[in-house]
């Protein structure tokens, strides 16, 4: 069957610090995957998907961005977080060439002091 | 641009009685339409997936209906019970090209004991 995996769980960064989230997926080959962000009691905001290795699209212009350099890895990088980067932040993957159901990750709490 | 609206007040019911929940959409009809439930601090979960020429699904005590021309879908659940108090989150599909899912901000359900 298949997992997905997230990490870390919570992190706690300084303002100006930099940032890599990481996502990888278990059990099935070349999926979509995506990153999302949730403010505090607001709804998911896409941030990235993609299609494939080294395929990225970016869904609105801001400090993040996003790689994946292996099939079934997917990784959230920042180079200075600011303050607004705080969030709950979720991978998701559907199966190659659809986009219909998507299986979440248990998500990374980023809190940017 | 497209809209997706969801009740952002909480539902507050009964235990027993029948939650219903509602999604509108504006401009384009959805390929299909999905709902996913959210608990707090938690990724979303897939629950059911209708198409545009489905009128209606069931799972279990959940059941989606999808009204092309009212532009809009119900979701409900029968014999609610407390362990379904979480957010309830709608993504309809648009035949777009663009391959990712936009969600709705979600309903909070709380089914009283």
């Known amino acids: 069957s298949q997992t997905i995996h997230q990490w870390p769980a919570t992190l706690v960064q300084p303002v100006g610090s930099p940032l890599s989230l990481e996502c990888t997926v278990e059990?099935?080959?070349?999926?979509?995957l995506y990153w999302y962000r949730q403010a505090a009691g607001r709804g998911l905001q896409l941030l990235f998907y993609?299609?494939?290795?080294?395929?990225i699209s970016s869904e609105v212009p801001q400090n993040l961005s996003a790689s994946r350099p292996q099939d079934r890895q997917f990784i959230l990088s920042s180079k200075k977080l600011l303050l607004s980067d705080s969030g709950f932040y979720l991978c998701?993957?559907?199966?190659?060439?659809?986009?219909?159901?998507?299986?979440f990750g248990p998500g990374t709490r980023l809190l940017v002091l | 641009s497209q809209k997706i609206e969801q009740n952002s007040e909480a539902l507050n019911i009964q235990e027993g009685k029948t939650a219903t929940l509602t999604c509108n959409y504006t401009?384009?009809?959805?390929?299909?339409l999905q709902w996913y439930r959210q608990d707090p601090g938690r990724g979303p979960v897939f629950l059911l997936l209708?198409?545009?020429?489905?009128k209606e699904k069931r799972k279990e005590r959940l059941k989606v209906t999808f009204d092309t021309t009212l532009k809009q879908s119900l979701f409900h659940i029968t014999a609610s019970q407390p362990a379904d108090s979480a957010t309830y989150l709608c993504?309809?599909?648009?035949?777009?090209?663009?391959?990712?899912?936009?969600f709705g901000s979600g309903t909070r359900l709380q089914v009283q004991p």
């Open positions: 401009n384009y009809s959805p390929a299909y």
């Open positions: 059990g099935t080959s070349n999926p979509n």
């Open positions: 993504a309809p599909t648009f035949d777009t090209g663009r391959r990712a899912l936009t």
């Open positions: 998701a993957w559907s199966e190659a060439g659809s986009m219909e159901t998507q299986y």
């Open positions: 209708i198409r545009e020429n489905e």
């Open positions: 993609s299609v494939g290795i080294g395929q």
